[in-house]
């Protein structure tokens, strides 16, 4: 394919978000030292009145098989902050019943540039006997929203340096 096609688009993308949200030309910075949850947390410490659920769905290499029985813990922070909000297991179809989080009001998903960010941020860690354990961190709660996580998990090799921790980080900037 022609890579003058894609600039193309990628010219139109960016002509319809700057159209789309006038006097958003100055992009946010956010230090690389900062994490997003923690930003989300200060953020929005007040207002996070809302509820929102998530539903991790364990399953084997790339959703081949489900994985029953896998501990699902959901947590904040890293190291030594780490709070553990809530944990379950899988069932026998691989997900687990609704995690229900408290996450900012769905009120500021109305503004088109909102104050706070209309959402919440939570750590998903995922272990299994025979599997690798698998980090989501930085997994989006909305409001009255209920998401899916999906999590691969990944058998345990007979190589003990492949058997580390598979650590995703879920925060993009999408920027185009």
Do not use: C, H
């Amino acid at each position: 394919m022609d890579k003058s096609i894609f600039d193309k688009y990628i010219a139109e993308m960016k002509a319809m978000k700057a159209s789309a949200m006038p006097g958003t030309a100055a992009k946010a910075v956010v230090s690389e030292s900062v994490m997003p949850e923690e930003i989300t947390t200060a953020a929005n410490a007040e207002t996070m009145i809302g509820s929102g659920n998530i539903i991790v769905i364990a399953t084997a290499i790339r959703g081949l098989y489900p994985v029953e029985n896998a501990k699902v813990t959901i947590f904040t922070g890293r190291g030594e902050d780490e709070r553990i909000i809530a944990e379950q297991f899988t069932n026998r179809s691989g997900r687990t019943a609704p995690f229900s989080l408290p996450a900012p009001s769905a009120s500021f998903t109305d503004a088109p540039n909102p104050a706070q960010r209309p959402f919440a941020y939570y750590n998903v860690r995922t272990t299994a006997d025979g599997y690798i354990e698998t980090v989501n961190y930085n997994v989006a709660v909305f409001d009255n929203t209920t998401s899916l996580q999906n999590v691969s998990m990944y058998p345990l090799s007979s190589e003990p340096d492949k058997n580390k921790p598979i650590i995703i980080d879920e925060f993009e900037n999408y920027e185009l």
